[in-house]
């Protein structure tokens, strides 16, 4: 939020700003009241990872430990930002094949959307 609020800030102006800031806020103390899963998360699963319709998972520098609904969140939001044609179709391809190696709680389901929109504005 620190890099983004400035430019909100003089484009948009304060009140911008200040909805933003309740906005994510909200995000938080709704993730907050979850029981998430944490464990070791690739950090960047995007659709690159792809290379002649083979899955190549190879880059780890985003590696960490985390929330795993999170992880799930950054592949759903690059979908949104990389090939919004085939998003719907290649975001339950991806979920399908995760679920069926990974099972996500209802809380760590539910919080996807909300993780998406924390990736999306840098929070």
Known sequence: MTRILPVI???LGGESAALLCKVVNEIKEELA????????????FHN????????EVFDFDFTAIGYRSYDVAVSWWNLLHND???EQECWDSFLQGYLSQRELTKDD??????FTLYAEYGC
């Open 48 to 55: 690159h990872h792809l290379n002649n319709g083979e899955l």
């Open 9 to 11: 800030r003089h484009f």
């Open 109 to 114: 389901l539910q919080s996807v959307p909300l």
């Open 84 to 86: 919004k044609r085939q």
């Open 33 to 44: 009241e979850k029981n998430l899963e944490i464990g070791l998360c690739h950090g960047a």
